[in-house]
C-alpha cells in the first residue's frame, strides 16, 4: 500500500511569508507526527495527532507555528511569518498504535525541505 | 535530544561487521528503535527492543542493557548500500512528558568503503 506522503517535496520561501506544509499518512494509522531535522541535528518532536486532536504540541517553538488534522487523516503543518532559523527539513510520520505501542513504529514520508531566504 | 548519545561518524570496510552504540537517561524506559536514513530519504525502521537482550533480524540485531542505559545495532557483512545515518530513538516518559513519543539521537553516519 501506499506510504506517508508529504507535499510539497521542496519549498523555496521569503522571510515574512507563510507557508503550509501538508501530510497525507498511511491509510488506518491513527497517529500522526510532525518532525523537522536540521542539518547535524537530530530529529526535533513538534506536535502529536491522535485521531483530529493533539495531545502533545510541546515541540512546536512558538506561536507561528500551527498544525490541523482533519477526517482523521490528512494534517497541514502551517507556519506563518516564515524566519531563516524556520528552514529545514519537516518530516511527518504516522503509526497503527499510540506512541506507547512499541510494536507499532513510525512510518515517515520523504519530507518537504523548506527554504527561507 | 542531548539524553540520548550517539557517535557522530564511523567508517567501515565491505563485508565487514559494525557496532553503533547509543546510550541513553531517563526514567519510565517503554522501548528503543532504530532507524535507518539514506541521505535525502525517509527514516524506515530496523528494529526495536523492550526487554533486555539480542534481537536478531537478517544482517541486522539489536542489543538492549536497560539497567545501563545501553542499546547497540550490529551490522553483519557490510555492503556499500548500508552507508547511511542510523538513529536511535527512546520512547520513555522522562523524554516525553508522559507521552511516550520517540525521542531521537543525532544519528550516526555509517560509511562503507570497498
Known amino acids: 500500500g501506499a506510504g506517508v506522503s508529504q507535499s510539497p517535496s521542496n519549498k523555496v520561501t521569503e522571510k515574512g511569508k507563510d507557508v503550509e506544509l501538508r501530510c497525507d499518512p498511511i491509510s488506518g494509522h491513527t497517529a500522526l507526527y510532525w518532525y523537522r531535522q536540521s542539518l547535524g541535528q537530530g530529529l526535533e518532536f513538534l506536535i502529536y495527532?491522535?485521531?483530529?486532536?493533539?495531545?502533545?504540541k510541546s515541540g512546536l517553538p512558538s506561536d507561528r507555528f500551527s498544525a490541523e488534522r482533519t477526517g482523521g487523516s490528512v494534517s497541514t503543518l502551517t507556519i506563518q511569518r516564515t524566519q531563516q532559523e524556520d528552514s529545514a527539513v519537516y518530516l511527518c510520520?504516522?503509526?497503527?498504535?499510540?506512541?506507547?505501542?512499541?510494536?507499532?513504529?513510525?512510518?515517515f514520508g520523504n519530507g518537504t525541505r523548506l527554504t527561507v531566504t | 535530544g542531548q539524553n540520548i548519545d550517539q557517535p557522530t561518524e564511523m567508517t567501515a570496510t565491505e563485508g565487514a561487521i559494525v557496532q553503533i552504540n547509543c546510550t541513553y537517561q531517563t526514567s519510565g524506559f517503554n522501548g528503543l528503535f532504530w532507524y535507518q536514513q539514506h541521505a535525502g530519504e525517509a527514516p524506515t525502521f530496523l528494529s526495536y527492543n523492550v526487554l533486555d537482550g539480542l534481537e536478531e533480524k537478517g544482517r541486522f540485531s539489536s542489543f538492549l542493557s536497560r539497567s545501563k542505559g545501553y542499546s547497540y545495532l550490529l551490522l553483519k557483512e557490510l555492503q556499500m548500500k548500508d552507508s547511511a545515518s542510523y538513529l536511535c530513538a527512546v520512547s520513555a516518559v522522562g523524554l516525553s512528558g508522559g507521552s511516550y513519543i520517540p525521542t531521537f539521537g543525532r544519528g550516526t553516519s555509517l560509511i562503507v568503503h570497498p
Open positions: 495527532f491522535q485521531g483530529n486532536s493533539a495531545p502533545d
Open positions: 510520520a504516522s503509526s497503527l498504535g499510540p506512541p506507547g505501542q512499541v510494536d507499532s513504529p513510525l512510518h
